[in-house]
Each structure stands twice: as structure tokens, then as C-alpha cells.
């Protein structure tokens, strides 16, 4: 190429030079062989894939479910043509109703949420956290578009639909239990209406509190209610002390009277059994079964008897005493005028 220093605008004098052209002859196996492991490096990446043990991997083909797979290393057909979706299975997912945990480990309370009316038309604030684990991950991933905000929607649902039907004083005070198992089976046939996938856990409630103007007349009532209950649980403590006792005299004196029962039947018995040998001695020998009753009865009763005026040799009447006749020392004279 001729170039004149004449039209190139610029003065001086020697002879110019035309740049050069660098020219790049790359042979082509170099430029095959990028290509080549490029391609290589693309379909390793895009064709294997690991499923954790907690996972489940999940498969489409052009957009559409193809296959679950579980843990593992896995192969499929390169991208576009299918991909792969991991999902944790044994997470426990974690909703958040009436409140937010913002990142410095602080509340912020969510009117909209909290907020509702009981069946007796009082307003309550509820928080709460509802919680979910995903059993059928094709469902979670394919039947809804946005699981998450379903179950939040479905789970505020709920909340209102159970305290709707509870009264101001079951909800804040002795029937939270019974509100959360409530909440959780009406949450639980939202969902499976939908067909997600998932099972519904217990719901929990943080707080479950009146309108801030009637917090403190609240908080007396709460009070009183727990004194109430502490009252009764003190009588029922009581109650069981006492019963118990009283059972065991019960049948302590119960004992005791068949004890006394038994003696003195057998005691009547004997009595009867005895008169009866007796009475069968009499009617054998009357005037011999007399005389020795006589005699016994003489002997008992003289036994009971300290003196005893004898008249049998027809003089002066005598006191004899028996205790010393028998050898027992009385102190006093044996025979005593």
C-alpha cells in the first residue's frame, strides 16, 4: 500500500511506514478441543446432581415432572432437557402469624394478622407460628405456585375461622389447648383440599391478648382466674388428703364391729350351748341337777362374800371369814363376834 506523507497532513521530512496486520492462524484441532471440553464441562455439570439423606430430588423434562429420586448421586439428561430440584423432607418449616423476627432477634407486631373477633364479638390479638413438614415433594414443588404463602394464607384462615368460634374468655384464658388443636385440623383440611404435599404440625400460640386499652382490667381478670383455679386445686388436694382417711376409719369401724359381731355371737352361742347341757342334766336327773346348782350357786356367791353368818349350831350367831378360813391373810381374828 503507497502512502503519501503529502496528505496526511503532517510536515517533516522521512518515509512513513505502513502498520502491520497481526494475523492469528489458530489450527483448528486447538479450537475443537476448547469447544470440546467445554461442552464436557457443561454436561458434567448438568447431567449429575446429589440428593442429601434429608433430601428428595425431584426431576423435569422440558418443565414438566418426570421423576422423584431419593439420596444419592444421581444422573439425568443435560440442561435444558431436564433439571433437577433438592428438597428438604425432614425440615420442620416454620410460618410466623401476627408477628415478624427481625434480624437483630426483635418483634414487630403485625396488626393485620393478629388482629380478630371472637364469637362473642371481643377483639383479641393472636400470634402464633404454624408449622409444616412437606410429605409428597412433587405436590409441594408442582400443585401450588407459592406453597409457603398458601399455608400462611390458609393458616390465618384458620386462626379466624377457631376463635370465630370461641368466646373471649375461652380464647385468653383456659381454652388456648384446645384453640391450637382446633386451628391445626382446620388447617390441615385447607391444605390437603389443595393437594400440596404437606403435613401440618402443631400449631403454637405466643400470645393470645385483648386490645392494649383493656390490658390491665385483663390482666385482673387473668389474675383472679388463676386464683380461682389455685383455690380449687387447693380443695381438690385437700379432698384427696381427707377422703382417703376417712374411708380407713369407715372401714376400721367396720372391722371392729364384725370383730365385736363374731365375739359376741360366739360368746351367745356358748351361753346357749351350755344352758342346754344343763338343761339336758336336769331333765335326767331333776332333783340332783338342782341340788348341784344350788350348791354352785352358793359357792359363787360365797365367794364374793367377805362374812358369812353361821347358825347351824343353834347359838349365838358367827361371822366367819372366809378369806381366812381358806388360808388368806386378812389382818383380822379368824372368827369375830
Same mark, same amino acid.
Request: overall charge negative; proline content about 5%.
Given at each position: ?10 510536515g517533516g521530512g522521512g518515509d512513513y511506514q ?9 489450527? !483448528? ?42 439420596? !444419592? ?41 393478629? /388482629? ?19 410429605? +409428597? ?8 405456585? +407459592? ?17 370465630? +368460634? ?21 388447617? /390441615? ?13 402443631? @400449631? ?10 383493656? @390490658?390491665?382490667?385483663? /390482666? ?28 380407713? /376409719? ?39 341337777t338342782e341340788t348341784r346348782l344350788k350348791i ?42
Amino acid at each position: 500500500m503507497a502512502y503519501d506523507r503529502r496528505h496526511d497532513g503532517r510536515g517533516g521530512g522521512g518515509d512513513y511506514q505502513e502498520p502491520k496486520i497481526l494475523d492469528f492462524n489458530i489450527p !483448528g484441532w486447538i479450537v475443537g478441543s476448547a469447544v470440546g471440553g467445554i461442552t464436557a464441562l457443561v454436561l458434567g455439570l448438568t447431567t449429575w446432581y446429589n440428593v442429601n439423606p434429608s433430601e428428595e430430588g425431584v426431576v423435569t423434562r422440558f418443565g414438566a415432572y418426570h421423576r422423584t429420586e431419593k439420596s !444419592g448421586f444421581h444422573g439425568k439428561l443435560p440442561w435444558p432437557i431436564e433439571k433437577a430440584y433438592t428438597i428438604p423432607v425432614s425440615k420442620v418449616y416454620r410460618i410466623e402469624l401476627g408477628f415478624r423476627t427481625l434480624e437483630d432477634g426483635k418483634y414487630e407486631d403485625v396488626p393485620t394478622e393478629s /388482629q380478630m373477633l371472637t364469637g362473642d364479638e371481643n377483639i383479641v390479638r393472636l400470634d402464633g407460628v404454624a408449622q409444616f413438614q412437606i410429605t +409428597d415433594t412433587a405436590k409441594y414443588l408442582f400443585n401450588v405456585r +407459592d406453597p409457603e404463602g398458601t399455608i400462611k394464607d390458609a393458616a390465618e384462615a384458620a386462626n379466624r375461622q377457631v376463635v370465630g +368460634d370461641s368466646s373471649f374468655d375461652a380464647t385468653v384464658t383456659t381454652g388456648k389447648l384446645a384453640i391450637q388443636d382446633a386451628i391445626q385440623i382446620r388447617l /390441615q383440611e385447607i391444605v390437603d383440599t389443595y393437594d400440596m404435599g404437606v403435613k401440618i404440625l402443631p @400449631v403454637q400460640l405466643q400470645d393470645v391478648l385483648p386490645p392494649e386499652p383493656v @390490658v390491665p382490667a385483663f /390482666q385482673d381478670v387473668v389474675n383472679a382466674i388463676e386464683g380461682k383455679h389455685q383455690r380449687i386445686s387447693e380443695a381438690e388436694g385437700y379432698q384427696k388428703d381427707i377422703i382417703p382417711k376417712a374411708r380407713g /376409719q369407715a372401714q376400721k369401724t367396720l372391722n371392729d364391729a364384725d370383730a365385736y359381731y363374731a365375739s359376741e355371737v360366739g360368746r351367745a352361742k356358748g351361753e346357749v350351748a351350755q344352758f342346754l347341757g344343763a338343761l339336758k342334766e336336769y331333765t335326767a336327773a331333776p332333783e340332783s341337777t338342782e341340788t348341784r346348782l344350788k350348791i354352785e350357786m352358793q359357792e359363787w356367791v360365797y365367794s364374793k362374800a367377805e362374812k358369812v353368818i353361821d347358825g347351824t349350831e343353834g347359838g349365838p350367831l358367827k361371822f366367819l371369814d372366809l378369806k381366812a378360813k381358806a388360808g388368806h391373810d386378812t389382818g383380822k381374828p379368824e372368827v369375830a363376834k
